[in-house]
């Protein structure tokens, strides 16, 4: 599997990655701020995509490598791709390319009683990471909980 930079032409296989988990965060593919986001980080080149033989994206990634704390600001895998690896590699690309301990990594996911918390296995996915839970979040644009998980990087 292969991960690379993105880059602009990236950005409809960003779109079309959110497109299939508005359901559980909110409206993204017609928010200008969304659109903003990605232009951002594609300009920083802090964002990463897994490429498919085709069109589409198998999963993309946008990061904050503020040290001491790191943020997994975005990930996204593919329905079809979901369980073959590909958000992992995406994960351990990021902490290649620009971690650097000792600090954390921080993500903010599903709260525990989040209708996608089990659905999208993102809670199991962060904890297989070493990824443990911590203190609740915001509610997200829909309103579910939200929870941080953090990972201690040397």
């Keep these: 599997m292969t991960v690379r930079t993105a880059r602009a032409h990236d950005l409809p296989g960003f779109l079309g990655l959110a ?4 359901q559980w965060f909110g409206p993204m593919v017609e928010e200008p701020g969304f659109h903003d986001a990605l232009r951002e980080h594609i300009a920083a080149s802090m964002a990463l995509v897994a490429p498919s033989s085709g069109p589409n994206l198998l999963g993309g990634l946008l990061f904050g490598a503020e040290a001491p704390t790191y943020h997994v600001h975005w990930l996204v895998v593919s329905r079809r791709a979901r369980g073959t690896g590909v958000g992992r590699a995406l994960v351990e690309e990021a902490v290649r390319r620009w971690v650097r301990g000792p ?5 903010v996911t599903f709260g525990p009683d ?36 953090r990972r201690a990087v040397g």
């Excluded at 497109?19 to 508005?22: F, L, N, T």
């Excluded at 600090?103 to 993500?107: A, D, F, L, Q």
């Excluded at 089990?118 to 829909?142: D, I, Q, T």
């Design 19 to 22: 497109a299939q988990v508005e």
């Design 114 to 149: 989040h209708p996608g918390a089990v659905v999208s296995g993102a809670r199991v996915f962060y904890e297989r990471l070493g990824f443990v839970p911590a203190e609740a979040a915001a509610p997200g644009p829909e309103g579910g909980s939200r929870q941080v998980y």
């Design 103 to 107: 600090g954390e990594i921080e993500v």
